[in-house]
């Protein structure tokens, strides 16, 4: 039987820390497969996905930049779970049959939660919520968490961003729990009034990069998530322990989606455990 052959695709993606969770995976049930690194630029992402049955690979992880035009890609030459419809991103891709049709998954939004309840010790049920960005990670985030929290307040730098999150937000929830910030002036206000802070930009992941929000706008018994998960910790993560707050980088969200993600392309409860140490190995931590 030939080889099993799993990946992540994104642009940049030779950061990633799937590969060893996974391969540990793998391993552990005993299965004959290996995940592979796929650096592939926006524009080469149709083509890519239309040739994963010819490459005989069984599944893929998507990541940054390309999780909402993986959900439009599959809309139109493939199919998708119910979670990654509403959730309006995908994040991991099954090939099925001998046509290899595909379909579209959503891990992100369940493996947040689960890591925000289980790591950060946090219920977000009526307390408010404000997301720095608006891309794929964010819009899996608020609709996940949908109407939940008492609010949710959402800013990017790309006001096309937030908007279109916004319109996706409203076709399954009550419009007055989100609230779009147009401009960095509220921020200091949206920040203060808020009980988590979730970070959902890039912004972090490079040892060189300034924390994404302003130490400044933090404040006492505001809890912080931090999606970058490349590194022990993030400076966002540092400033907010040195004012006593609860933080975590989202190396638990990666933990729990890839646990996910292993049983949608394997129909085998995954090993988190293991899971879980090769990764805080692989994060020298």
């Known amino acids: ?28 049930a005993g299965l004959d497969a290996e995940y592979v690194l796929y650096d592939v630029p926006p524009g080469g992402l149709a083509d890519f996905f239309g040739s994963l049955k010819n490459n005989g690979i069984s599944g893929v992880n998507v990541t940054i930049p390309h999780k909402i035009t993986a959900k439009e890609y599959l809309e139109r030459n493939g199919s998708l779970d119910p979670v990654a419809e509403k959730l309006g991103a995908v994040n991991t891709i099954k090939v099925s049959g001998e046509d290899g049709s595909l379909r579209g998954y959503n891990t992100d939004g369940p493996g947040f939660y689960s890591s925000l309840v289980e790591d950060l010790k946090f219920t977000p049920e009526g307390k408010r ?14 609709m996940y968490l949908g109407d939940s929290p008492a609010r949710i307040s959402v800013f990017d730098i790309d006001a096309a961003r937030t908007n279109s999150l916004r319109e996706h937000y409203v076709k399954y929830f009550d419009p007055d729990r989100i609230e779009v910030l147009s401009d960095r002036k509220r921020l200091k206000d949206a920040i203060g009034e808020s009980d988590l802070l979730v ?18 706008l933090l404040h006492g018994g505001l809890y912080v998530y931090d999606l970058v998960y490349n590194r022990p910790c993030t400076r ?18 990666l933990l729990y989606q890839g646990a996910i993600a292993f049983e949608i392309w394997t129909g085998r409860k995954a090993p988190v455990e293991v899971m879980r140490r090769t990764l805080l190995k692989s994060l020298g931590n």
């Open 1 to 28: 039987m030939a080889k099993l052959k799993y990946g992540i695709v994104g642009h940049p993606v030779k950061h990633s820390l799937s590969p060893a969770m996974q391969t540990a995976a793998f391993k552990e």
């Open 129 to 142: 919520v404000f997301i720095l960005g608006a891309g794929g990670a964010a819009k899996a985030v608020a």
């Open 199 to 216: 970070n959902a930009t890039p912004v972090g992941m490079d040892d060189a990069d300034p924390s994404p929000v302003d130490k400044g």
């Open 236 to 253: 966002l993560v540092k400033e907010a322990g040195s004012m006593n707050l609860r933080a975590v980088t989202g190396a638990g969200m």
